[in-house]
Protein backbone atom coordinates (compact mmCIF):
# COMPACT_ATOMS: atom_id res chain seq x y z
CA UNK A 1 0.00 0.00 0.00
CA UNK A 2 1.26 3.94 -0.87
CA UNK A 3 1.45 6.01 1.91
CA UNK A 4 -0.74 9.20 1.78
CA UNK A 5 -0.36 10.68 5.29
CA UNK A 6 2.58 11.51 7.02
CA UNK A 7 4.04 13.15 10.06
CA UNK A 8 5.78 16.44 9.90
CA UNK A 9 7.77 18.30 12.86
CA UNK A 10 8.84 21.69 11.87
CA UNK A 11 12.23 23.49 13.53
CA UNK A 12 14.15 26.76 13.67
CA UNK A 13 17.19 24.95 13.22
CA UNK A 14 16.67 21.63 10.89
CA UNK A 15 20.31 20.55 10.89
CA UNK A 16 19.93 20.16 15.21
CA UNK A 17 17.01 18.56 14.78
CA UNK A 18 18.18 15.67 12.56
CA UNK A 19 21.53 15.22 14.80
CA UNK A 20 18.78 15.12 17.56
CA UNK A 21 16.58 12.76 16.12
CA UNK A 22 18.88 10.47 15.08
CA UNK A 23 20.99 10.05 18.45
CA UNK A 24 17.65 10.51 20.86
CA UNK A 25 15.25 8.55 18.95
CA UNK A 26 17.19 5.83 16.89
CA UNK A 27 15.57 7.62 13.85
CA UNK A 28 17.70 7.08 10.23
CA UNK A 29 17.98 9.74 7.49
CA UNK A 30 16.32 8.76 4.83
CA UNK A 31 16.44 12.13 2.55
CA UNK A 32 17.95 15.52 3.15
CA UNK A 33 17.77 18.83 1.17
CA UNK A 34 19.85 21.94 1.91
CA UNK A 35 19.63 25.27 0.75
CA UNK A 36 21.84 27.12 -1.35
CA UNK A 37 24.19 28.13 2.47
CA UNK A 38 24.30 24.22 2.89
CA UNK A 39 21.66 24.11 5.58
CA UNK A 40 19.49 21.42 6.30
CA UNK A 41 15.99 22.68 5.61
CA UNK A 42 14.37 19.39 4.99
CA UNK A 43 14.81 15.59 5.91
CA UNK A 44 12.90 12.39 5.70
CA UNK A 45 13.13 10.04 8.59
CA UNK A 46 12.79 6.54 9.01
CA UNK A 47 11.00 4.90 11.47
CA UNK A 48 10.81 1.40 11.51
CA UNK A 49 8.66 1.11 8.08
CA UNK A 50 7.40 4.92 8.35
CA UNK A 51 8.49 7.97 7.69
CA UNK A 52 8.71 11.44 9.24
CA UNK A 53 8.86 14.69 7.54
CA UNK A 54 10.73 17.77 9.40
CA UNK A 55 11.11 20.78 7.64
CA UNK A 56 12.32 24.90 8.26
CA UNK A 57 9.40 26.77 10.34
CA UNK A 58 8.41 27.20 13.50
CA UNK A 59 7.91 24.24 16.07
CA UNK A 60 4.69 23.36 17.80
CA UNK A 61 1.28 21.69 16.76
CA UNK A 62 -0.34 18.41 17.75
CA UNK A 63 2.86 15.64 18.32
CA UNK A 64 3.63 12.71 16.71
CA UNK A 65 3.36 9.17 18.46
CA UNK A 66 5.80 6.34 17.72
CA UNK A 67 5.26 2.71 18.44
CA UNK A 68 8.64 1.21 19.69
CA UNK A 69 9.21 -2.61 21.09
CA UNK A 70 11.63 -1.43 23.92
CA UNK A 71 10.29 1.79 25.28
CA UNK A 72 12.03 1.95 28.86
CA UNK A 73 15.39 1.42 26.82
CA UNK A 74 14.71 4.30 24.64
CA UNK A 75 13.38 6.10 27.08
CA UNK A 76 16.93 6.28 28.55
CA UNK A 77 18.26 6.99 25.14
CA UNK A 78 16.10 9.62 24.79
CA UNK A 79 17.01 11.80 28.06
CA UNK A 80 20.66 10.33 27.46
CA UNK A 81 20.93 12.87 24.38
CA UNK A 82 18.93 15.41 26.06
CA UNK A 83 14.91 15.25 25.88
CA UNK A 84 12.78 16.72 27.86
CA UNK A 85 10.32 14.21 29.60
CA UNK A 86 6.79 15.73 29.50
CA UNK A 87 5.14 12.27 30.50
CA UNK A 88 7.07 9.83 32.59
CA UNK A 89 6.83 6.21 31.54
CA UNK A 90 3.58 4.83 32.20
CA UNK A 91 1.40 1.81 31.68
CA UNK A 92 -1.69 2.61 29.97
CA UNK A 93 -5.09 0.60 31.03
CA UNK A 94 -5.05 0.01 27.30
CA UNK A 95 -2.41 -2.22 27.68
CA UNK A 96 0.80 0.50 25.93
CA UNK A 97 3.71 1.47 27.97
CA UNK A 98 4.69 4.76 27.27
CA UNK A 99 6.34 8.19 27.65
CA UNK A 100 5.64 11.77 26.24
CA UNK A 101 9.30 14.34 25.69
CA UNK A 102 10.01 17.66 24.37
CA UNK A 103 12.76 17.88 21.99
CA UNK A 104 15.24 20.50 21.44
CA UNK A 105 13.34 22.11 18.96
CA UNK A 106 9.56 21.95 20.98
CA UNK A 107 8.22 19.88 18.99
CA UNK A 108 6.26 17.10 20.94
CA UNK A 109 6.67 13.22 20.94
CA UNK A 110 5.37 10.37 22.34
CA UNK A 111 6.47 6.71 22.22
CA UNK A 112 4.75 3.69 23.06
CA UNK A 113 4.44 -0.19 22.91
CA UNK A 114 0.81 0.57 21.40
CA UNK A 115 0.18 -0.41 18.01
CA UNK A 116 -3.28 0.23 16.73
Known amino acids: MQRTVYALARYHD ?8 TAAFGFRAHEVSKND ?17 IGQGPPGGPGIYV ?38 GGNLWWFGTYRP
Open 14 to 21: CGAALDFL
Open 37 to 53: EGAVHHAELLVGGDLIM
Open 67 to 104: AVDDVDAHHDRAVAAGAVVTMALVDQPYGSREYGCRDP
